[in-house]
Antibody
Framework: EVQLLESGGDLVQPGGSLRLSCAAS????????MTWVRQAPGKGLEWVST????????YYADSVKGRFTISRDDSKNTLYLQMDSLRVEDTALYYC????????????WGQGTLLSVSS | EIVMTQSPATLSVSPGERATLSCRAS??????LSWYQQKPGQAPRLLIY???TRATGVPARFSGSGSGTEFTLTISSLQSEDFAVYYC??????????FGQGTRLEIK
């Protein structure tokens, strides 16, 4: 059974930093690109970032480029999202999701971890 | 960036009736279009990918069609568990991966 378990969400002040984690099981993590998608309260889904299976290529939404960094630790089957210079508009539930092989559609999702940015 | 536009924003349908949800892309996405269902407090669930292929375990009452820029999700006979928010997503030309704003399917 595939499980994606996010953690690290918290209440942070504007300008602060936080790192989210996503622990994966039931998949061959080293063969998997991975993605973060977020959902602001009462809003729709927004793609945030993707990392390829090797970790050598990363992609970001314009809204987070230069502030967020996606990374992975294959020895721990864990995906990370380092978030710096946080803004109120970054407040959201952050999901990690596993794309299908060769296509950026998402069969597997975690349950999300909540980031609140507020003073 | 490919903008995905869903209509209507809210659709009210009676159980047992057919629901038709639309998704339009600002430029062609070929057949690289997925649909997701999201219920309150839950993560999205992949329903349809490649425009018309049902994901594992998805009932046959869900079907997808379209190509290029116009896509449709049809639920042939609504069950109580189908009332949810539905999102389309393109993965033809990325980054960015883009989602529609969602259609809320509610009980009439």
């Amino acid at each position: 059974e595939v499980q994606l378990l996010e953690s690290g969400g918290d209440l942070v002040q504007p300008g602060g930093s936080l790192r989210l984690s996503c622990a994966a099981s039931g998949i061959t993590f080293t063969n998997s690109a991975m993605t973060w998608v977020r959902q602001a309260p009462g809003k729709g889904l927004e793609w945030v970032s993707t990392i390829d299976k090797s970790g050598s290529r990363t992609y970001y939404a314009d809204s987070v480029k230069g502030r967020f960094t996606i990374s992975r630790d294959d020895s721990k089957n864990t995906l990370y999202l380092q978030m710096d210079s946080l803004r109120v508009e970054d407040t959201a539930l952050y999901y990690c999701a596993k794309p299908s092989l060769g296509a950026m559609r998402f069969q597997y999702w975690g349950q999300g971890t909540l980031l609140s940015v507020s003073s | 960036e490919i903008v995905m536009t869903q209509s209507p924003a809210t659709l009210s349908v009676s159980p047992g009736e057919r629901a038709t949800l639309s998704c339009r892309a600002s430029q062609s996405v070929g057949g690289d279009l997925s649909w997701y269902q999201q219920k309150p407090g839950q993560a999205p669930r992949l329903l349809i990918y490649g425009t018309s292929t049902r994901a594992t375990g998805v009932p046959a009452r869900f079907s997808g069609s379209g190509s290029g820029t116009e896509f449709t999700l049809t639920i042939s006979s609504l069950q109580s568990e189908d009332f949810a928010v539905y999102y389309c997503q393109q993965y033809n030309n990325w980054p960015p991966i883009t989602f529609g704003q969602g259609t809320r399917l509610e009980i009439k």
